[in-house]
């Protein structure tokens, strides 16, 4: 019988850059006793994201970041919304260039994640924030 | 008991721009009566997409829509498919870098967007549009 | 009743480029005698994405992959993380760029796929690989 469960995460960020959050994840999935099913995670920001990516090298995320911020330049004088900072806009389309919702396929109480992958949340704004992200499953 | 309802909004855009349509989507939950489950948004089209962004100040869009038509110029000479006019290879490209499929979790019979989340259709052509966005809820 | 399948699909590609696996998602969904829910799609890897895009004109393809050869050149010296070579790095940023999941509402035993669009597996690796993409089916 396949059921809907939900919770909400609050995740403290230091700033910018990427806070893999998988364990807690997988550890949501195991309290719910969860086997079969989809899990769906959803960010409750639109100057924060969520991203599944490499988790082996470090290297990765700093690559990652250096791009985004060459790609976004923050302060760009193309840009009005900048009541909060030069770093204000430039979040809100970091987040349109990743993900504000993302699912992952769950068998035997695990999400189907591949060996070098992880769940992380995309912090886009330089301050550190507490963030909200949605867990929702639905299976047996 | 779950259950799984599907439905086809259309929307009329104007244009290129954002289009909020996020209280389509929560009048279509109420008529459901649905409870907790998982919401999905799905567009039917690759030169227009999804995307959840903020919602209070016009300047985000505006900014948004600077941002995409910089990085993705139309009549770029790099494009060979051209057929319908300069701006249909840059609508595919900002299709693939949004969203052609949203997830949202539903709680007490609403979507749990944050506070300042809107749900858009983008419209990337220059020309209006009738588009169509496929919703499905699964849950009780 | 509801119900929830999975299964992982094993796609080899010819490197870099788009490979088109819609038929092999229609089958999976035939061979469950799916009727109405939702279908996710997820990819157990960081250097190769999901995609929907338009599939009658094989120009839109090669032009998506000029624009993304610009955008995250190979072997730009910003990146540090190039073990595998100067694709490896861009690889991960063009995923980020892209999704790593996809849902599609299914009506009738079928994705509700608008008439132009095809599911795509996005090889981002220049040498051919085999590529891992779960899907999960949750509806009746």
Do not use: C
């Not at 909400?8 to 990427?18: K, P």
């Amino acid at each position: 019988m396949l059921r809907a469960e939900s919770e909400t995460l609050e995740i403290r960020t230091r700033g910018r850059g990427m806070h893999d959050f998988t364990r807690e994840v997988e550890a949501w999935l195991r309290g719910q006793k969860a086997q079969s099913g989809l899990l769906t995670l959803f960010v409750q920001h639109t100057s924060a994201s969520l991203l599944i990516q490499e988790n082996a090298d470090p290297d990765v995320q700093a690559d990652l970041e250096r791009f985004f911020a060459r790609l976004v330049e923050d302060g760009d004088p193309l840009f009005a919304h900048d009541a909060e900072g030069p770093d204000d806009m430039p979040s809100h389309i970091r987040a349109a260039l990743t993900q504000t919702s993302l699912s992952v396929p769950v068998v035997d109480g695990r999400p189907t994640l591949g060996t070098w992958q992880g769940i992380y949340l995309y912090e886009h704004r330089t301050a550190p924030h507490v963030r909200r992200v949605v867990l929702s499953y639905v299976g047996t």
